[in-house]
């Protein structure tokens, strides 16, 4: 579908099915994505690129349209972190929907198509926010610490599927409740013999480095604590 010098990535269909987008940038030189809308037809026929974001050096990725397809949501590090904005699906109307000051890592629209769940580490800790798709308003999703990924939205508009793992919990899928925090797991891969080990929560410090800046940690000390490893 594509035959550019520019590298091509996170293709996403819209929900009719009539045009793909997808995030292009330079193989060289300028520090830059733009995405780019293709018509697809019948057996693959497709006309030319269409660039929906503007050509400023400015860097944006993963494009996602809303279930009713009449918005598009992207990461844009315009503002100076990766933050969440919002476009029409014709690529007008590029406005910044998050204030995060943080980079958020990955989002997903939920099946209301009026909010959007945003994930943000800090301090190591991943934080799920609700975000308000009309006004930016982010409210935080009570989960236990931990990592999670691969946000997916599920029928229920109150809900997600993720994958997560913590210190002493293995990687596994769960349905997370964004009004509770409450997680189900899904699966579960790990092996018996792991539920027996004692497995250490890291208690989460900060530093000041040699240079003066203050470094976030993450210290690991043995079950009986410090003196335990003296």
Do not use: K
Request: proline share 7%; net charge negative.
């Amino acid at each position: 579908l594509t035959f550019s010098e520019e590298e091509c990535t996170s293709p996403v269909w819209s929900p009719d099915g009539a045009r793909v987008v997808y995030s292009a940038s330079p193989q060289h030189g300028r520090r830059q994505n733009d995405l780019y809308s293709l018509t697809v037809g019948v057996n693959g026929a497709h006309g030319a690129p269409q660039r929906l974001t503007p050509d400023d050096n400015v860097e944006c990725w993963s494009p996602a349209f809303s279930p009713d397809g009449a918005r598009m949501a992207l990461l844009s590090n315009r503002s100076g972190f990766d933050e969440l904005w919002l476009m029409a699906s014709d690529g007008t109307r590029l406005t910044q929907l998050t204030q995060l000051g943080r980079d958020i890592e990955e989002f997903v629209w939920l099946a209301d198509g009026a909010r959007l769940v945003t994930l943000v580490n800090q301090d190591a800790c991943d934080v799920l926010y609700i975000i308000n798709a009309n006004d930016g308003s982010a409210q935080r999703v009570n989960c236990p610490p931990g990592n999670f990924s691969t946000l997916q939205r599920c029928a229920d508009p109150d809900a997600l599927i993720a994958g997560y793992d913590a210190p002493a919990s293995a990687p596994a899928l769960y349905r997370v409740e964004l009004s509770s925090g409450a997680m189900q797991a899904l699966t579960n891969a790990c092996a018996a013999a792991l539920d027996q080990v004692p497995f250490v929560t890291p208690e989460h410090v900060r530093y000041v480095s040699g240079d003066g800046w203050d470094i976030p940690a993450l210290l690991y000390t043995p079950p009986g604590g410090l003196e335990d490893a003296r």
